[in-house]
Each structure stands twice: as structure tokens, then as C-alpha cells.
């Protein structure tokens, strides 16, 4: 689950990617022609090791291109939820990061501030007396907690709002209710307090999953609290079901169809059975900033919630809400992966800075160049589109818009390198041997900021721990962001290799990304972000259409076992859909303009296709990955991207040129005679 206020479309989503150990073959900097010829060869292994050539690519290419990753990358064996291309990526970046957090010679302040809280992390020793005093007293600030104390503990000195604002007040921490500020949705340019149900990703629905996290939380209490086993995993159970009870009315809908906005005399009176508002958040921002107005995103979480922890002993509530907040300084990782963790953990408290460092060490100003120049092909070509008679659906008023939002668009690398870290961590004091303190640290230190916010100009959340593995577009800022990560040469494009292969990856992430700036919600949002839908009545109609065909489309495939779940929100099969065939447009218009020896070199040796079956092979094996069976039905029911196979499959058979270019018969599954298309 995502919260809605991510108003961020990022390419996929991350499932317990925990590192693999994969190692990276490549130095940087081989540019010798036998190097080349190396290089080359090995991208052709690489690729000829995931397909499965036996399978016809006219029947499922998905099969064809992929079938065999998973004798490769086998999720089961390698003991994760799910392996694909985007984790080896990842994987080279935190090996960079590793690098640079264990070097000798690191100069600012900062940075060993920075390297010290990953030492502090990888010196962690979950045995340790001083670490379980110092998780005693992470708690103990706010109240004693009923699974230690057992029957003294006290639940008239317990109120779970005000604890929760305190917690709020001084950590930042959403546990119940998420207070957040954010840009106006309907104005970026002032921010706003959002009420909103709480962001923690969970695996909904499977009652394996129920049972492990339970098992999990069963072990934790006893090993850091010392809670006795049978009493633990009473606790566990209760946690557990409390916490779905909790999410289960979050509704899915869109941002801007349930959020309201309320004064805060309304919400107070309102709510007044059941907590005082004005009391909640002036115990947060303080009484003298209290805000007059605030956005409520999801009133019937609202609603629901405040019954719910009407009708909860206080006990649970207690447990749950001290719970939650101590969970943040657990380590979760065994002796060996303890390092590649605490690489994790440093991103997730300095990812901004982590970001920054290691596109400093490593820039390649050659391959930001090569993202610019892509990019601007592929929006010359949506621009082109936009204004000739292809889009003729589209209403010529709404058209003219859209090519103004298009030209606004901006591109990002996400390299912070104008933030200002003096400010986010210059006060914030690390010491080497205790880690609990320092996060309790750099979380206030955020927190501290919170109020103040309110009257700066709008801003974005945090989003730098996502957005360090994937590209996204931000559609409240109309921007496109680039990871670092994807900067690293010869993962998925390089010299050596096809420009087949850059046009087929770099230029479907920029494409598909561009694309959810004119989705179904990306239709309601101008060129400046703000919630103000320019789509004229036409048109919508037309979209609507169109949009449906996909809902139907993607419905009928099954995966795990069930068909994928109807829904409206097809932003992300639209996305892919037309990303594909924009890319596809700017390679070939690449390819007329060069020379017969250029093009040569757009075939690969022992591979027997031509440059335009090695681009779609290119695009598909983007998706190759193994989802270890526990978790296939949750990424089917949680994930508004398609599972890989079908983001080949639907986006692929949708698209005719890819059918001439493998030349399918016109009874082959990949080739459908009906094609559903928006762009
Ligand atoms: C329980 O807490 C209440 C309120 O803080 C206090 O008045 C009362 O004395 C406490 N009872 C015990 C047994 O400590
Ligand atoms: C957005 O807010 C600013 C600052 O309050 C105001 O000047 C501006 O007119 C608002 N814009 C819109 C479109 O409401
Ligand atoms: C709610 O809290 C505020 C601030 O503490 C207080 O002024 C107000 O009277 C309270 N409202 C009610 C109905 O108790
Ligand atoms: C839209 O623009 C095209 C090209 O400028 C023009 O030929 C067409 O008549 C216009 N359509 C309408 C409905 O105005
Ligand atoms: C075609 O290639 C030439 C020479 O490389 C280049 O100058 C020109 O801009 C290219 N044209 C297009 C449309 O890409
Ligand atoms: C395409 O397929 C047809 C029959 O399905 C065959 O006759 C033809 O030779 C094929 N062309 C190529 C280029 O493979
Ligand atoms: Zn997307």
C-alpha cells in the first residue's frame, strides 16, 4: 500500500528488496577495444541467460524473453520475496555507497557524521545490556508499556491521542493518525496539514504473511523486552489483528476524490466524542500554531478509526502505539547482512546526502547528457503527436494545454545538489557507539522543523528513500526524477552495447513517467501541479473510453491463480502502453538517420536478431523477475503496476509494430486484432 499522499508515480515497487550478493563484473573504466569486446559479449550472455529461446515469441513473449530468469535468480533460493533487474542496480549502488561509508578518507563534517551513524548501526549487538536500556527507554518517555509491565501497569495514566501527540510533538512519528505537511493540492505554492490514514506498507490478505509477522513480532518482544513466550505471542496476535483492523477501511480512491477540507472548529466539534482536535494539534505544532484550516484525505478512515479505538481496551492500545514506535529502533538482520542493512538504514535517515555523495564520487556527465538527449526525443515525439492528427480524439483546445503542460515538464537527476545539508544535519549530534540515540536524534531534528513548515512557501515530502531506486514523476511539482542509481554505465545501457538498448530502457522509463502526467490523474493536475482539471468534457469522454478498454484487458489475465482485479486506476497499463511505443518511435526515427556501418552495429554477435527484435527483447527483459509464490497474490492485489509478465504482454500485444517486427501470424496470441490504445 501506498499513501495517497505520494502524488509520485514511481516505476515499480520495491518488495523487501533485500540485497543480493551478486557482484558486479565491471570496473568503470575499461574502454579498450578488446575490453569492449568483452563487455559486449558479456551483455549478450547476460541476456541470452534469461530467455528462453525454445518458447515462441509470437505466443508469450514475456516466456521468450524472460523464461529463464528464474533458474538464475531464483527468489526461493535466495531466500527473498522477489527478485528482478531493478535490485542488481541497486545492489551496485549500495556497493558504491558501502565504499565510500567505509573509506578512510572522508572530509566534511557531515560525511563522517554520516559514517559514523552507519558504524554506530553496524555496531549494534542485539545482546548488548546498554542497547536494551536504551530500548527501555524509548518507551518509557511516554508511559510504561503493558506487555512488560503486565498487571501493574497503570491505564487510567494512558490516553492514546495525547501519547500519540507527544510522540508526534517530539519524533515526527505517524502511528495511528499521520499529521503530515505538504504543498496545498490545490495551490503548491502554500503548504497544508494533512490528516491522513498512517503509510505503513503491508502484505495484505494472506494468512501466511499473518503468520510470519506475527512469529516476528513474537520473537522481537521476547528477545528485546524479555516479554515470556506464551505471553509474547498473545501479544503478537492481538498487535496483528489490530493492525488489520486498523487498515481495513482505507479506502484506494484518488487524492483528489476524498480529500476535504475542514476548519479546525469543524473537525473539533465533529469529533469532540471521541478526541479534542484543537487540543491534538497544538500538543503537536504547539497552541500558537494551530492551524485554521487542514485537509482530511480519507474521512471515513477518520470515522472508522476513532470508533475503533473507542471500542479498544487501553492495554492494546498502549501496546500498539509503544510497540510501533520502538519497532523503529530494532535491527532486523542477522551478523551477516548486517552491514548491507545498515547501508539501508543509513539512506533511510541521510538519503538525500547518501544520494548526493555518491553522484559526486562517481559522475558521469556523459551519461546525464545522454538522459537529456533521450528525453528531449521522446517528448519532440509525444509534442509531435499532440499537435499532428494521431491524437484527433483529444479536442483541439485540451491538446493545446497538454503541449503547454508537456513543455513545462522538467527533468531531474536527483543527485540534492543544491540541498542544503548544513541545515538538515548540522546540529544533529552522532555518536559512533549508540545508534538508538542517534535516530531519536535525527528524528527530532526533522520533527523540530514541522511547525515552522507551515509558514514557509509549499514543499514536497521526504521522498528521497523511494526515489533512490526508482525513476518517478511528481505530479504536484510536474517533474520528472532520475536515481543516481540508474546513472551507473552498462547495467542496462553503454557504449558497447545496441542504442537499441538505451532507447528500449532509458528511453521507456523517461516515456512512461512523461505519460502519467496526462493519465487519468494526471489529467486533473496543470502544468504547475495544481489540482485544476484542463481536460475539456469531450475529451474526457473519449479518454474514458479508451481507458475502459485497458480495465478489461488486464482483468482477463490471471495470475497466481485469480484474474487481476478490475479497476479504474489504469494509469500505470496506459503509462506502459504508450511508453513502449514512444520509445519505440524515437529509436526508429534514430536508426533512419544513420549510416549502413553505424547500423552494423546494432546487431549483436551470437545473438540471431535485428536491432528492432533486440529493442523489444531489451524492453522485456527490463521485467524478467521471480516472485516466490507466498507473495504473487499480494503483488497481483497491492500493486497498481501489472505484475512484470503482464507489462510485457498487455503493452506488447497492444502495440502492431511489434507483431511485424517478429513477424507473428495473425492467430498469435501476442497479436490481438482488437488493440487497446489511448496515446
Ligand atoms: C494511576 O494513574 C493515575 C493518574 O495518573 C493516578 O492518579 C493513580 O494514583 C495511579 N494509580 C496507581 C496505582 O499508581
Ligand atoms: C495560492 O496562494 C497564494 C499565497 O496565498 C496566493 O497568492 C495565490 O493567489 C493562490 N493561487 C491560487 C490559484 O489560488
Ligand atoms: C478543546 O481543547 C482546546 C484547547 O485545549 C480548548 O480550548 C477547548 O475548550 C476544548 N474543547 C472542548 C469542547 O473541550
Ligand atoms: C483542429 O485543428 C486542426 C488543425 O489546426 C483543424 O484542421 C481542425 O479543423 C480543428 N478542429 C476543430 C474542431 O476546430
Ligand atoms: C542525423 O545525423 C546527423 C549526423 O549524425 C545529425 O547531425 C542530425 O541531427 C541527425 N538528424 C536527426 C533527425 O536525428
Ligand atoms: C514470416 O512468416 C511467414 C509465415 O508465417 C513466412 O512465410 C515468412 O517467411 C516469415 N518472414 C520472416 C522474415 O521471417
Ligand atoms: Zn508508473
Not at 499529521?179 to 503548504?191: A, E, F, P, R
Request: glycine content about 4%; hydrophobic content about 40%; overall charge negative.
Amino acid at each position: 500500500m501506498i499513501s495517497r499522499l505520494w502524488l509520485l508515480f514511481i516505476l515499480q515497487v520495491p518488495i523487501l528488496a533485500l540485497p543480493t550478493d551478486t557482484e558486479n563484473v565491471f570496473a568503470d573504466d575499461l574502454t579498450s577495444e578488446y575490453a569492449k569486446g568483452i563487455i559486449l559479449a558479456a551483455k549478450v550472455a547476460e541476456m541470452k541467460g534469461m530467455m528462453k529461446p525454445e518458447a515462441a515469441p509470437c505466443d508469450n513473449f514475456y516466456e521468450y524473453a524472460c523464461g529463464n530468469w528464474n533458474r538464475q535468480n531464483p527468489a526461493l533460493l535466495l531466500g527473498k520475496a522477489m527478485t528482478d533487474s531493478f535490485q542488481l542496480l541497486l545492489d551496485g549502488f549500495n556497493r558504491r555507497l558501502l565504499r565510500i561509508l567505509r573509506s578512510q578518507s572522508l572530509q566534511s563534517e557531515l560525511e563522517k557524521k554520516m559514517q559514523r551513524f552507519f558504524l554506530s548501526c553496524a555496531n549494534v549487538n542485539r545482546d548488548d545490556v546498554l542497547y536494551k536500556v536504551a530500548l527501555e527507554n524509548v518507551y518509557r518517555e511516554f508511559g510504561e508499556m503493558p506487555a512488560v509491565a503486565g498487571d501493574q501497569w497503570n491505564s487510567s495514566a494512558f490516553n492514546w491521542w495525547r501519547t500519540e501527540a507527544h510522540i508526534h510533538q517530539k519524533y515526527g512519528k505517524n502511528l495511528i493518525l499521520a499529521v503530515d505537511i505538504m504543498h496545498d493540492i490545490k495551490n503548491t505554492s502554500l503548504n497544508r496539514v494533512y490528516l491522513n490514514p498512517p503509510d505503513r506498507s503491508k502484505f495484505s490478505g494472506s494468512r501466511l504473511m499473518d503468520i510470519l509477522e506475527e512469529a516476528r513480532i513474537s520473537k522481537d518482544l521476547q528477545d528485546y523486552l524479555g516479554v515470556e513466550a506464551k505471553e509474547a505471542k498473545n501479544i503478537a496476535k492481538n498487535l496483528n489483528s489490530f493492525d488489520e483492523k486498523l487498515f481495513e477501511g482505507v479506502s484506494s480512491n484518488t487524492l483528489e476524490d476524498s480529500v476535504s477540507l475542514y476548519t479546525m472548529a469543524e473537525l473539533e466539534e465533529k469529533y469532540i466524542s471521541y478526541l479534542n482536535f484543537t487540543e491534538y494539534f497544538g500538543l503537536i505544532f504547539g497552541e500558537e500554531n494551530i492551524p485554521d484550516q487542514l485537509y482530511v484525505t480519507d474521512e471515513e478512515f477518520v470515522d472508522n478509526i476513532l470508533v475503533l479505538m473507542k471500542n479498544t481496551p487501553s492495554a492494546t492500545q498502549a501496546n500498539y502505539i509503544l510497540w510501533h514506535l520502538l519497532e523503529t529502533y530494532f535491527v532486523d538482520a542477522n551478523e551477516k547482512d548486517l552491514s548491507k542493512w545498515c547501508v539501508d538504514q543509513t539512506k533511510k535517515y541521510f538519503g538525500q546526502l547518501t544520494e548526493n555523495l555518491v553522484y559526486k564520487r562517481y559522475r558521469s556527465s556523459k551519461a546525464e547528457a545522454e538522459v537529456f538527449s533521450v528525453w528531449e526525443e521522446i517528448r519532440g515525439i509525444f509534442r509531435e503527436h499532440l499537435k499532428g492528427d494521431k491524437l484527433d480524439w483529444i479536442t483541439n483546445d485540451t491538446r493545446q494545454v497538454a503541449i503547454e503542460k508537456l513543455d513545462r515538464m522538467a527533468l531531474h537527476i536527483n543527485s540534492y545538489d543544491s540541498e542544503d545539508f548544513e541545515k538538515l544535519f548540522g546540529k544533529v549530534e552522532i555518536d559512533r557507539y549508540n545508534y538508538v540515540a542517534n535516530i531519536q536524534h535525527l528524528l527530532s531534528a526533522k520533527a523540530i522543523g514541522s511547525a515552522e513548515k507551515l509558514k514557509l512557501p509549499g514543499s514536497s515530502l521526504d521522498f528521497s528513500q523511494t526515489l533512490s531506486f526508482t525513476p518517478a514523476y511528481n505530479i504536484q511539482e510536474n517533474i520528472i526524477t532520475i536515481p543516481v542509481a540508474l546513472l551507473q554505465p552498462r547495467y542496462f545501457w553503454g557504449d558497447e552495447y545496441p542504442e537499441a538498448l538505451k532507447y528500449a530502457i532509458l528511453g521507456f522509463l523517461l516515456a512512461h513517467e512523461m505519460v502519467h502526467g496526462f493519465d487519468g490523474e494526471g489529467r486533473s493536475y496543470d502544468a504547475s501541479g495544481n489540482l485544476a482539471p484542463w481536460w475539456d468534457i469531450k475529451s474526457r469522454y473519449e479518454f474514458e473510453e479508451r481507458r475502459k478498454c485497458f480495465q478489461a484487458q488486464y482483468h482477463a489475465y490471471k495470475y497466481a491463480g485469480s484474474e487481476l482485479p478490475e479497476t479504474e486506476d489504469q494509469s500505470e497499463n496506459i503509462a506502459d502502453n504508450a511508453g513502449v511505443k514512444f520509445a519505440y518511435i524515437a529509436y526508429e526515427k534514430w536508426l533512419r538517420n544513420q549510416t549502413e556501418e553505424r547500423k552494423q552495429r546494432e546487431t549483436m554477435k551470437e545473438l540471431e536478431l535485428s536491432s528492432r527484435q533486440i529493442f523489444f527483447l531489451g524492453y522485456a527483459q527490463l521485467w524478467c523477475d521471480d516472485v516466490h509464490s507466498l507473495f504473487q497474490s499480494s503483488v497481483a492485489k497491492d500493486d497498481n503496476h501489472a505484475p512484470s509478465k503482464f507489462r510485457v504482454i498487455g503493452s506488447l500485444s497492444n502495440f502492431q509494430e511489434f507483431s511485424w517486427v517478429y513477424n507473428c501470424s495473425q492467430e498469435a496470441p501476442m497479436d490481438p486484432e482488437y488493440k487497446c490504445a489511448v496515446y
